[in-house]
């Protein structure tokens, strides 16, 4: 059966090439990337998942945390991570914390026990110093919510002009009585308050005073939607 030696000693490159080649790191030349991976190829050479991972080394496997995936949008976003991640050669484990701080530290946990090499979090439960611990064993990054003191890598929209622009987009059409539905709370804190901004903000321009009864909160599934479509 071949080993990692067969590759060292067919590809011409040393074992700490190799190596970082089979745990995919970044910044390795294109062709000794390509040279290895075509005797790995030739010779049937696969890495032995179970020893790196008793080694400590990497298992080119990403968690993503959402909190609910049959919310349509957190579907798509899971979608798009996993195709991107195994043309990358990482594999992808989907947690859904159901808003639970606790079920979310439990996920986190598999990065400090070496079971994910990083982790993507789609929303998070828990505050940022707590969150922030986790830096210690591997990488965080934050994609659709934001941490505004956080120094992790974040992927986002700006969610204040998209809430914005969807309410103005509907004033000038002539709508004057306009519900607001959203997951979280309606506050100036809290991961929710670009948005409840963005609406507050085309609404005042407009001279349309705010309706609290038209403020429908934890609104988090299509059911929900529906619910509230039909009143």
Not at 52 to 66: A, D, E, N, P, Y
Not at 72 to 93: C, D, H, M, N, W
């Amino acid at each position: 059966m071949p080993n990692i030696n067969d590759v060292v000693r067919l590809s011409g490159v040393s074992k700490s090439t190799v190596s970082r080649v089979i745990n995919n790191y970044p910044y390795i030349a294109a062709d000794k990337r390509e040279r290895v991976l075509k005797v790995m190829e030739e010779i049937g050479y696969t890495p032995n998942r179970s020893a790196q991972k008793l080694r400590g080394q990497l298992t080119t496997t990403i968690g993503v945390i959402v909190p609910r995936i049959v919310n349509p949008f957190f579907s798509y976003l899971v979608e798009a991570i996993e195709k991107e991640g195994y043309k990358r050669g990482y594999q992808t484990i989907i947690f859904q914390s159901n808003e639970d701080s606790k079920r979310e530290l439990d996920f986190l946990n598999l990065l400090k026990r070496k079971q994910v090499d990083g982790v993507i979090m789609t929303a998070y439960e828990n505050n940022w110093n707590t969150i922030s611990e986790y830096l210690n064993y591997g990488p965080i990054v934050m994609c659709n919510e934001y941490i505004s003191d956080s120094i992790v890598p974040m992927v986002r929209v700006d969610q204040l002009m998209a809430s914005y622009d969807g309410l103005k987009h509907l004033i000038e059409r002539g709508h004057r009585k306009i519900a607001y539905c959203t997951g979280g709370l309606f506050s100036e804190v809290g991961k929710d308050k670009d948005r409840n901004q963005g609406y507050q903000k085309a609404l005042i321009e407009a001279g349309i005073e705010i309706n609290p009864n038209w403020i429908i909160i934890k609104c988090h599934t299509i059911e929900d939607g529906r619910k509230y479509c039909i009143k």
